[in-house]
């Protein structure tokens, strides 16, 4: 069976501190992994990762999957109030006629000022 | 900008009533997901349809259907609402190629 699962659940940090967030996923067809954040409303995109050691960056966030080992990372450098959010990880499987998304549990983080 | 638009944001419904839930995008997109999010357990599949009139069952279908006679449009049917459906429900859509997914600003459905 598919599944992706996400770590910590929950997370409480600091304004400033870095953090790290966590997936590993057992995936047939494995496609792409996607990380997104969610606020109060619907998910938004944040990176698509497709190709193992290469790093991609935005801003603060960074992420890198590791296809060898089936996990990602999610970096989140000197956190502001605004990154609280529940961050979901989300890999995409190829099937006979489509694609789906199979998403974890999701990590909620919570920076404080 | 392109859009996912759900038709209602939240939603009371009794137990036993027919349910329908819509799901609107703009983007000529193929590939169209109902998804339910419940505390600790993430987005789950409900259903997806690769084309029109095409549907395929996710990972929780049991007390769902959905119908897709338009391209644009996709649409989630409780048949008969049960307590255990409170929850809220996002729909996604996406191109074949995928460069990620665009999801509605989801309903929350409270059924009582």
């Known amino acids: 069976e598919d599944k992706v699962v996400q770590s910590p659940l929950s997370l409480v940090v600091h304004e400033g501190d870095t953090v790290t967030l966590n997936c590993s996923y057992e995936v047939t067809n494995f496609r792409s992994l996607l990380w997104y954040k969610q606020e109060k409303k619907a998910p938004t995109f944040l990176f698509m990762l497709?190709?193992?050691?290469i790093e991609k960056k935005s801003g603060r966030l960074s992420s890198i999957l590791d296809k060898k080992e089936l996990f990602s990372i999610l970096n989140i450098t000197a956190t502001q109030t605004g990154d609280s959010a529940i961050y979901l990880c989300a890999v995409e499987s190829k099937g006979d006629s489509s694609y789906k998304l199979i998403f974890g549990s999701g990590t909620r983080l919570l920076v404080r000022p | 900008d392109v859009k996912v638009t759900q038709s209602s944001r939240y939603l009371v419904k009794r137990t036993g009533e027919k349910v329908f839930l819509e799901c609107v995008q703009d983007?000529?997109?193929?590939?169209m997901f109902w998804y339910r999010q419940d505390p600790g357990l993430g987005l789950r599949l409900i259903y997806f349809?690769?084309?029109?009139?095409?549907?395929e069952k996710g990972d929780i279908p049991e007390g769902y259907s959905v119908s897709r006679e338009k391209k644009e449009r996709f649409s989630l049917i409780l048949e008969s609402a049960s307590t255990n459906q409170t929850s809220m429900y996002l729909c996604?859509?996406?191109?074949?190629?995928?460069?990620?997914?665009?999801f509605g600003s989801g309903t929350r459905l409270t059924v009582v």
């Open positions: 497709t190709s193992s050691g």
């Open positions: 996604a859509s996406t191109k074949g190629v995928s460069r990620g997914y665009t």
């Open positions: 349809s690769y084309d029109v009139k095409m549907k």
């Open positions: 983007m000529d997109h193929e590939n």
